[in-house]
């Protein structure tokens, strides 16, 4: 996909800032984002998310965040107001979608700051597929013949579900931050999307692990879909997750060296191979 960058000046606002900032026109080819730079925090007025946030600094120094216009998810029928990228570069930003109330920032952007709390503190990191090793035929054959799953689904679920296991009791604990905007979001996008009929294997394996954070941190998951219709492969991420992830939890966050193996003997046993895979950072 093509993208291209403009800057734009913008004149004062006073729902945002007392001065010009800058505006970032991403446009793609078939739609745009617009990035206001810099959100500074302190304009939410709440103590606790910046003793998190500088809780954050000291393990990683430079963190941004950008509010983000015309955002939506990975997948358009799902909602996914906020996300963080660049950590495989060590050098996070956090993006959150404009519609979101004050509130809501403050609940998002917490969210994100604990991924990367469990990431840079604890050593949780997230998965991502090894690029295959030149001049090896075999390898490079193998790697294409699976492009067509949805990686970036499967794998994003994968890191995601084991830190939200700890994350949600995590910010309620050490911080008072109650996280209902990702509880109303699990329970929204997973309703539409298990019953999207035309998910690859990949995405069948994630929406299983989906359903598996869904019964931790919701109940029983037969409140949202119609489980006689989901498919084998659904079902299979979903038991395996219990085998490896049921124990996380914000009691018992994992050392990285058991967080990891957990991830890879899930792959395994879904037929992956688990050299196949490389941790970030």
Known sequence: MEVYQKNVCVKKDERFLPERFC????????TFMLVRNGFDIACLESGVLQRLFHEMTSYVQVIRIEVMAGARGHRSCEEHPAATIGLTLQKPVIQIADWLNEGQRIEAIAHELAHLLLVYRYGLGVIGRRIP?????????????????????????????????????YLKQEYGIEDNLHIYLLHQNFCVAANDKSRDKESQYGMGLVAFEYERLIGKIDRGINVDHQSEFFWEAY??????????????????????????????DLGYRRQDFVFFP
């Open 133 to 169: 090793r030149y001049g090896d035929s075999e390898d490079v054959f193998r790697f294409f013949m699976t492009m067509r799953g949805d990686w970036v689904y499967l794998l994003g679920q994968i890191s995601n579900t084991a830190h939200h296991l700890i994350l949600l009791d």
């Open 23 to 30: 505006l970032k026109l991403i446009l793609t080819k078939d």
């Open 239 to 268: 038991h395996l997750a219990q085998k490896h992830f049921g124990k996380c939890n914000s009691r018992f966050i994992p050392a990285p060296r058991v967080y990891k193996e957990g991830i890879l003997s899930f792959l395994e």
